[in-house]
């Protein structure tokens, strides 16, 4: 089972969520292929509701603890009540670029 799955599982299981992503952004850093460790994950969830940001992070990290664990590297969390989501229109930020050494220029096509 992918670790993409595995964080699809254990979020779900532990939020709930009326909407969940999980997506692989590790093609974008200097890792090696299928390496699954550069993480975003955009999460909403009535668990949210009056978390402030802090908190809302730390139940993701937690049910996250095992990956973590096993190679997971970096995580980019998008936590939203549903009504905080349906203000953004369903609209997920961007991620920056990477700051180590990205094996994709800017526009994201692979160097030849």
Known sequence: ????????????TRLSPIHLEVIDESRQHAVPP??????????????FAGQPLLARHRLVNGALAGEFATGLHALSIHAW?????????????ASPPCRGGSKEP???QAAA
């Open 34 to 47: 299928g390496a699954e460790s550069h993480i975003k994950v955009v999460a909403v969830s009535l668990q």
């Open 106 to 108: 800017p526009g994201g």
């Open 81 to 93: 009540t549903p009504e905080e989501w349906a203000m953004r229109d369903a609209a997920v930020p």
């Open 1 to 12: 089972m992918s670790r993409k799955t595995r964080i699809e599982e254990a979020l779900a």
